[in-house]
């Protein structure tokens, strides 16, 4: 039976044509010794029988058929598993081979994804370097599929077919037949939602981070969760709020080092409509833009205006029509969108990892980063959990960003400033 692409699967997938835009994901997981690596392409092995999206290759479609998902026939798993051993690697040497991961497109003869396993680190570590498509799964996703390739999470989930929602669409269609009136009121603020989650911004609000290219550069940084989270309570929000008010922080920093004075950015907030009984793969996530006031100093108040705005695009009704949506972008000119995209300043991702000490191949886990794509934006900073630390993967398009440590360093005295907060 053919499987077409969702619509926001068949728009990520789609972005891919353009560098600037291109929707690749990169994990880094830092381990405290090397593992045993036939244990991990097992593990890879196992994910591409339970995960079906890791033997199956996209295929266009004739149009305006969507494209659809195809089992690779000619499917090898040596091809999308490689090993490095390089005497006196340092971790810029692994940011900088995860970049190079990050820049680089895909055979899209073959399934979106690939692992590198690396070796010879000056420390004795070793590190697993991961790519995939945002097409094939999220970041909620990937952290669901991980589940399969650490040691101690238990037994991988049982593979199955994402329900359909055509019957939510039908009932809500025959609700709409029975009570035409009352239809129509609860229809205007959905529409209007629909709208403002669709509709042309101005921006991008910053004067200096503006030009966007397919160069990038990757950083990274690491705050106590516990910290962090308490600053977001504090000051009456959560610990993404926190997080955003710390990015949002470090970009105010970052202008005035240029002279540069502001009030607020354009943001992207993925947010996540997986439900409990989706599949692992698959995009279940929806872009979101707010106006974040990085122009307020105080961090406190500065979470607590963030949490408000944050706040009432969680709330949106659109959320429950992003395929639509997605489908919407997909049917509209290549230049029309990727101009859209360009005009948001920034994007800013909270990934929930693991709560637990993990284990790969018999290694223990040091750490592990995500870089999320730009998709258009300046910057993206990922956000992802482990254990009690929110380690923080920068992804900066060079061109809008041409002195990343700078950069750096900012988005780090924005998160000392955040975790300061004092009830």
Known sequence: MCEYLSGADAFMWSLGDD????STIVTLIVLERPPDWQLVADRFDQISRCVPRFRQRVVRSIPPLPPRWEHDPDFDLEFHLHRLTRPGLRQSDLLALAGTALMTGYDHRRPLWQA???????DGSGALLCKFDHALTDGVGAVQIASILFDNLGKPPEGGQVPSRSLGLASRALTALRHPVDAALATIPTALSIFRAARPIAGPRSPIMRNRTATR?????????SALQFAGRAAGGSLNDAFIAAVAGGLRRYHECHG??????????????RRHDDAAGGNRA??????????VTDPARRICAIHER???????????????????????PRSYVGAELRRVDFV????????????LGGAPVRMQYAFSPTLGASVNTTMLTYVDTCAIGINA??????????????????FDETVSIVP
Request: glycine letters at 8%; a negative charge.
């Open 286 to 295: 929806t872009l979101m833009r707010v106006a974040v006031p990085v122009g």
């Open 397 to 414: 398009d060079t061109g809008a960003i041409p002195d990343p440590n700078v950069l750096h360093d900012c988005l780090a005295a924005g």
């Open 348 to 359: 800013a991702s909270d990934v929930p990892g693991f709560a637990v000490a993990l284990r």
């Open 260 to 273: 540069v004075a502001l009030d607020d950015l354009v943001m992207a907030m993925p947010i996540s409509i």
């Open 217 to 225: 550069h990757l950083d990274i940084l690491e705050v106590s969760k």
């Open 116 to 122: 590198t396993f690396v070796d010879g680190l000056s």
């Open 19 to 22: 560098p600037v835009l291109r």
């Open 310 to 332: 944050t706040g009432k695009a969680r709330a949106e009704r659109s959320l429950a029509y992003t395929q639509l949506i997605a489908s919407g972008l997909n049917a509209m």
